[in-house]
């Protein structure tokens, strides 16, 4: 049911910098603010990047966000093993009174 | 600081209702600053919203889910659950809650539940 669509995987050695897109449309990133959590194997979400572009106290800002029209992107510099997680953009979809919406989620790896 | 931790059967069968609860500690559950939600991830799957709830009682649901799901508080026990009828196996998934403060993190779910699995099989 995923409306917002990300590559199913990327990858990096120690120390470069990973980039993450996520694809929606104009009822849902185009209208509305993108968060992004970050997943570790067997946890819940953690909040990782809200409103776009900001971070919540205590996330390294080895951590950015930015967003363009309908298309949002998450980039991790300086990559580090404990980086290795699952990271789902979310967005409010304005249609039908939402629901809200997570994309199909990017398995990160550390080479 | 806030916590959430979500409680109910791990096995429900075809056909019944799914009934969880998820109980707020180290904080109240009543501020109007905050909406609670209940989010679900099938095993080795994506994320999916179920629905929200504003202690006044307000409610959106997903409308996928919409025909199937009620959530509701009870400040007094500084809890909210979530009902889900006529499960089917598609309905096995870890249920997790989440807060979102709104004034501080519009529309992000800034504290999680730690998740329960529940499976749906006879």
């Known amino acids: 049911q995923s409306v917002l669509t990300q590559p199913p995987s990327a990858s990096g050695t120690p120390g470069q910098r990973v980039t993450i897109s996520c694809s929606g449309s104009?009822?849902?990133?185009?209208?509305?603010?993108v968060n992004w959590y970050q997943q570790l194997p067997g946890t819940a979400p953690k909040l990782l990047i809200y409103?776009?572009?900001q971070r919540p106290s205590g996330v390294p800002d080895r951590f950015s966000g930015s967003k363009s029209g309908t298309s949002a992107s998450l980039a991790i510099s300086g990559l580090q093993s404990e980086d290795e997680a699952d990271y789902y953009c979310?967005?409010?979809?304005?249609?039908?009174?939402?629901?809200?919406?997570f994309g199909t989620g990017t398995k990160v790896t550390v080479l | 600081q806030v916590q959430l931790q979500e409680s109910g059967p791990g096995l429900v069968k075809p056909s019944q209702t799914l009934s969880l609860t998820c109980t707020v500690s180290?904080?109240?559950?009543?501020?109007?600053?905050?909406?609670w939600s209940w989010i679900r991830q099938p095993a080795g799957k994506g994320l999916e919203w179920i629905g929200r709830?504003?202690?006044?009682?307000?409610?959106n649901y997903n409308p996928s889910l919409k025909s199937r799901v009620t959530i509701s508080v009870d400040t007094s026990k500084n809890q909210f659950s979530l009902k889900l009828s006529s499960v089917t196996a598609a309905d096995t998934a870890v249920y997790y809650c989440?807060?979102?403060?709104?004034?501080?993190?519009?529309?992000?779910?800034?504290?999680w539940g730690q998740g329960t699995m529940v499976t749906v099989s006879s």
């Open positions: 989440a807060r979102v403060w709104w004034e501080l993190y519009p529309d992000a779910f800034d504290i």
């Open positions: 180290g904080g109240s559950i009543s501020s109007g600053s905050y909406y």
């Open positions: 709830i504003y202690t006044s009682g307000s409610t």
């Open positions: 104009s009822s849902n990133i185009g209208s509305n603010t």
């Open positions: 409103s776009n572009n």
């Open positions: 979310a967005a409010w979809d304005d249609s039908l009174n939402g629901p809200y919406v």
